[in-house]
């Protein structure tokens, strides 16, 4: 099941079933995304992106789809392993004003693979 | 041969002192960063440095000073260390900095406690 609220969002699956991350991002102009995985004592790793052209974007075992008119993006993961724990990451490139773009993260959801 | 580098991976000092974390990357990019991740694992941009010039610099003490003496190193010196600065700070790099679709590739991270 999925817990919101102060602490950071958490997902717990079972091994070998399917794990579904959403994300609510803040820019209807943000044109590019990006999910990336973080594992304990880690840096963020890039997973998969997707732009806005696009809806759907499939890697291997990961699947992002993106929805503009909610602004809301999804990371699915199929087959979910225990090398799955950890805590994921959507970014929407974002461009203050007339700067340059910058990566702005969401809050990350914690995801725990029971075996 | 690690892509993003950033020492020391630790760093444990009292409240009051100056300390400086370094980051090379040997990716061949234009752009560095610095991002601050606090205890709910939220990551905030500090700082871009694209070719040795800073390009983005957010609402951050004037205490935090970056120095990037070539286009392959960004450090980060802190004057007068506080309590509230106590977190894991990553370095990243991407290959222009700036653009509409730029992954950035992240260092391991450095978790800075302030005592």
């Known amino acids: 099941g999925e817990s919101v609220g102060l602490h950071l969002p958490t997902l717990s699956v079972q091994e070998g079933d399917n794990s579904i991350i959403n994300c609510a991002y803040s820019n209807s102009a943000s044109d590019y995304f990006i999910w990336y995985k973080q594992e304990s004592g880690k840096g963020p790793q890039f997973i998969i992106d997707?732009?806005?052209?696009?809806d759907k974007r499939q890697g291997q075992r990961v699947t992002v789809l993106l929805n503009k008119t909610v602004k809301h993006l999804s990371l699915q993961i199929a087959a979910t392993q225990p090398g799955d724990s950890a805590v994921y990451f959507c970014a929407e490139n974002i461009r203050p004003g007339a700067g340059s773009y910058q990566l702005t993260f969401g809050k990350g959801t914690k995801l725990s693979v029971i075996p | 041969d690690t892509a993003v580098s950033q020492t020391p991976k630790y760093l444990v000092t009292q409240m009051g002192n100056d300390k400086s974390i370094k980051c090379e990357q040997n990716?061949?990019?234009?752009?560095m960063y610095w991002y601050k991740q606090d205890s709910k694992k939220f990551l905030k941009i500090m700082f871009s440095y694209n070719n040795k010039e800073l390009i983005i610099n957010e609402t951050v003490p004037n205490r935090f000073s970056p120095k990037s003496p070539d286009k392959a190193h960004l450090n980060l010196h802190i004057n007068s260390l506080e309590l509230g600065d106590s977190a894991v700070y990553f370095c990243a790099s991407s290959q222009e900095g700036g653009g509409t679709d730029e992954k950035l590739f992240f260092g391991s991270g450095t978790q800075l406690s302030v005592l």
């Open positions: 997707i732009r806005s052209n696009m």
């Open positions: 990716l061949g990019h234009d752009t």
